[in-house]
């Protein structure tokens, strides 16, 4: 079982920067386990998507509107996950969600790929 706290959201201006973490506890390694964890957004009326996620090796994904932008890292000593969120935009604007679940077949990034979910972080961009 995995337990996932997101904190670092709020309400910014347009280019502003935000710094999401995500706490986990519980079992997210193991022996030879590909483990992926990652940020996915979502607002209302609108599916759930992939922001970038990140595996056990390092390998990361984003999605493309993102690149250059965020950047995803994980501190597997303290089991933590972040997203640096630079020049942020309006369009950014959403729930934020820490997802985490075993990825065997490599990185990857959509959300039903995913079990374990945090209860999300709210971030506001604001023109």
């Known amino acids: 079982q995995v337990q996932l706290v997101e904190s670092g959201g709020g309400s910014v201006q347009a280019g502003e920067s935000l710094r999401l973490s995500c706490a986990a506890t519980?079992?997210?390694?193991?022996?030879?386990?590909?483990?992926?964890m990652g940020w996915f957004r979502q607002v209302p009326g609108k599916e759930r998507e992939g922001v970038a996620t990140i595996d056990t090796e390092g390998k990361t994904l984003y999605t493309d509107s993102v690149k250059g932008r965020f950047t995803i890292s994980k501190d597997n000593a303290k089991n933590i996950l972040y997203l640096q969120m630079n020049n942020l935009k309006p369009e950014d604007t959403a729930m934020y969600y820490c997802a985490a679940d075993m990825c065997p077949g490599g990185v990857v990034i959509h959300p039903i790929l995913f079990g374990y979910w945090g209860q999300g972080t709210q971030v506001t961009v604001s023109s």
């Open positions: 519980g079992k997210t390694s193991g022996y030879r386990q590909a483990y992926c």
